[in-house]
Nanobody, 115 residues
């Protein structure tokens, strides 16, 4: 069984920054891809950013240039650095780890962008 634990969410003013962390219970090299998703109240969960084996990274258009996904392989941890935050970034942010047979999700961390 794989466990993913997100942290780093909180309340931040527009234009501010947060760094989310996702700690995996096993080596992140064992996954084909790891990514971040968010779900705003009343909306479906949406993809934010992914990196795949081989260090390819991809971002949703809404976060390009503002968010950066990275990893600390020794700590089995993936990060999402979020800069220039906007009110529309307010959502529960989830980490996902993917293998060829299934996806694993964390419990989510709340990000609220408000003045």
């Amino acid at each position: 069984q794989v466990h993913l634990v997100e942290s780093g969410g909180g309340l931040v003013q527009p234009g501010g920054s947060l760094r989310l962390s996702c700690a995996a219970s096993r080596s992140i090299f064992s996954f084909n891809a790891m990514g971040w998703y968010h779900q705003a109240p009343g909306k479906q969960r949406e993809w934010v950013a992914t990196f795949t084996k081989g260090t390819n990274t991809n971002y949703a258009d809404s976060v390009k240039g503002r968010f950066t996904i990275s990893s600390d392989n020794a700590k089995n941890t993936v990060f999402l650095q979020m800069n220039s935050l906007k009110s529309e970034d307010t959502a529960v942010h989830y980490c996902r780890a993917s293998t060829i047979v299934r996806n694993y999700w964390g419990q989510g961390t709340q990000v609220t962008v408000s003045s």
